[in-house]
């Protein structure tokens, strides 16, 4: 139990040292987000109104920040699924080694670079004229409700990269992208077809960007169901759900690996 | 054998371990006893099992039926006990290819809750008695096969285990470094590590076990020491190499007085096995005399592993 935090920082180091190897994961996990905000901002931005909004790309970037802190879920995933391919995982599982350490440490790593990303993005958002309206310390709320968001949802890459294979994984962007979508994120449910726009309110990530939007004070569409009014509450409560669904599952996942 | 009598404690008991994947008996009924201090090898064709058992052995796999210990500990339910006292080295190299090989056993030595510091030092020995001294800083992706195997060998031996589980650890070395990995494990079981082996090499057997266990579908079907299961399958062998081939069979007529011989017409051999040494020498070398065979070469030798394996598992 005393040695939790020794592995895991152990293993965070170690899995920092691979991004840090890695130039494709580096230009895709930092550069990728900076080309979304000029893509949306700039290419359809021109062509998108949204209710309630002044200027598109003070809508947008809330969205942008929850939307990459979603698709991170692909980098816990693919890492992990590699990992557990080529027999690393059995080692660390021979070895006196804390299944929490390992578990934490890539959680930790992960949150490392989520805070990377997440400055380079407000950096972007910033240079395109996006800002926040309600002071830094709201603002700083907003950011931690993004790393919550992200936090729960490595849980969620842990378990299922310990189930998949590793072809699945790098496929499983296709099924994700479109989740990041049907929500508040680039446009207002309002404008989706009902059948839509129920999901797309209920949606978690929807849930951190409509409360990102409050705590920065973006303007922009407001719905009037349960779910957009508590949007502040479910942004915690989301996360924590996921969390306390994910996290034992994941720790259960890779304790029963092989059996 | 060279290891008292004394440490007469078992490290490694299995009883009855079954292990089944769909239709595949992988262990049926595994049994074997590695007393303290022992190099058991456990031989056995392709599919025999023998992963499957250091698998279950070394907690990463749980038996489907059957209990097993290791240092008096049962690999079920206290699983987390057992990895303090055990180094694995599995069939597949299990090595971190984005690391430099110094990098992999600094993270491995930390993991084993050494310092940095202890971690580094060690990292240093290993790589120097491990001839990876010089390739020690590059990564492991720009590694050979047999590089690859050696660090993965060291890593398992960060720590002095009490007992070491290796499945194939040679497999892919040269001739030279499967010495020194042999070395190496010979200078761990010194320091009174209790080795299970397994292995394709059956001179590796011969070389490092005290004790053979014989795998056969998921089962022992054979064990002992070396010299037992060499004596096992009958005594001394008589090999007997002939001028011409023309003379094979009245040769093998001669030799039948002891047994049916195994004859090999290419390199002109006639293999038979016989108990009393001397007198079957001299008996034989008179008898070809008389009937005017002409001998390339006699020789007495002790029958080989690879004999016992090619009998009990045809
Ligand atoms: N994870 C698995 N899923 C399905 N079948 C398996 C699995 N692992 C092993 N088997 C099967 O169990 C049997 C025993 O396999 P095992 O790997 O233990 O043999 P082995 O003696 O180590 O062979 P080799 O000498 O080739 O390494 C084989 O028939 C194999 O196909
Ligand atoms: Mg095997």
């Keep these: 139990m005393t040695y939790v935090l020794y592995d895991s920082w152990t293993i965070a180091r170690t899995n920092l040292v691979h991004w840090r190897r890695n130039p494709t994961a580096i230009a895709s996990g930092l550069l990728y987000p900076v080309v979304m905000v000029l893509l949306f901002g700039y290419v359809f931005g021109s062509a998108m109104a949204v209710a309630g909004a002044d200027d598109y790309r003070d809508y947008l970037m809330p969205g942008m920040f929850g939307q990459t802190m979603a698709v991170g879920i692909t980098s816990t995933l693919v890492v992990v699924t590699t990992q557990a391919s080529y027999g690393v995982t059995d080692r660390y599982r021979s070895m006196p080694v804390s299944q929490a350490g390992v578990v934490l440490g890539r959680a930790i790593s992960d949150m490392i670079n989520s805070v990377l990303e997440l400055a380079i993005l407000v950096a972007a958002g910033l240079a395109v004229g996006w800002s926040w309206h309600n002071g830094p310390l709201n603002a700083l709320a907003a950011i931690g409700l993004l790393l919550l968001l992200r936090f729960s949802l490595i849980w969620v890459g842990i378990f299922a990269g310990l189930k998949l294979t590793p072809e699945a994984a790098g496929a499983s962007w296709m099924l994700l992208l479109p989740l990041t979508m049907v929500a508040n994120t680039f446009v207002s449910p309002s404008q989706m077809p009902g059948w839509m726009a129920v999901p797309a309110e209920w949606n978690p990530l929807s849930a951190t960007v409509a409360a990102c939007r409050r705590l920065f004070g973006n303007k922009g569409w407001v719905g009037d169901s349960w779910a957009s009014e508590h949007a502040m509450l479910l942004a915690v409560a989301w996360p924590v759900a996921i969390t306390l669904v994910f996290l034992p599952l994941s720790a259960r996942a890779y304790r029963r690996l092989s059996r | ?314």
Aim: glycine share 8%.
């Design chain 2, 1 to 314: 054998m060279s290891h008292s009598e004394a440490m007469n404690s078992y490290s490694l008991v299995a009883e009855g371990l079954r292990k089944r994947f769909g239709e595949t008996h992988a262990l049926d009924g595994f049994d074997l006893a590695v007393r303290e201090g022992m190099v058991c090898g456990l031989l056995g064709p392709n599919g025999a099992g023998k992963t499957t058992a250091v698998r279950i052995l070394s907690t990463l796999l749980r038996a489907d039926g059957g209990r097993a210990t290791v240092a008096g500990l049962d690999v079920a339910t206290q699983a987390a006990e057992v990895r303090r006292r055990i180094g694995l080295a599995t069939q597949e190299p299990a090595v971190d290819e984005i690391l430099t090989g110094r990098e992999n056993l600094e993270m491995w030595g930390r993991l084993y809750h050494l310092s940095a510091k202890q971690a580094r030092s060690r990292a240093q020995e290993l790589l120097e008695q491990f001839g990876l001294a010089e390739a020690g800083n590059k990564r492991i992706k720009h590694y050979s096969g047999g590089m690859r195997r050696r660090l993965d060998l060291a890593a398992t031996f960060i720590q002095a285990p009490r007992v070491l589980f290796l499945d194939e650890p040679t497999t892919g070395l040269d001739p030279r470094n499967r010495n020194d990995a042999w070395q190496a494990i010979r200078t761990l079981v010194a320091a009174g590590s209790t080795v299970l082996l397994t292995t394709q090499y059956l001179d590796e057997a011969d070389q490092l076990a005290d004790q053979i266990a014989v795998l056969r579908e998921g089962r022992v079907i054979v064990e002992g020491t070396p010299d037992r299961l060499k004596s096992m399958i009958g005594g001394d062998r008589l090999d007997l190499v002939l001028r011409d081939a023309r003379d094979l069979p009245e040769a093998g007529d001669i030799l039948a007085a002891f047994g049916r011989p195994a004859v090999d017409p290419d390199t002109r051999r006639l293999t038979v096995s016989v108990t009393d040494r001397m007198s079957a020498l001299s008996h034989v070398m008179r008898a070809m005399e008389a009937k005017g065979i002409e001998v390339e070469d006699i020789s007495m030798r002790r029958p080989t592993l690879d004999e016992v394996f090619l009998k009990v598992t045809a």
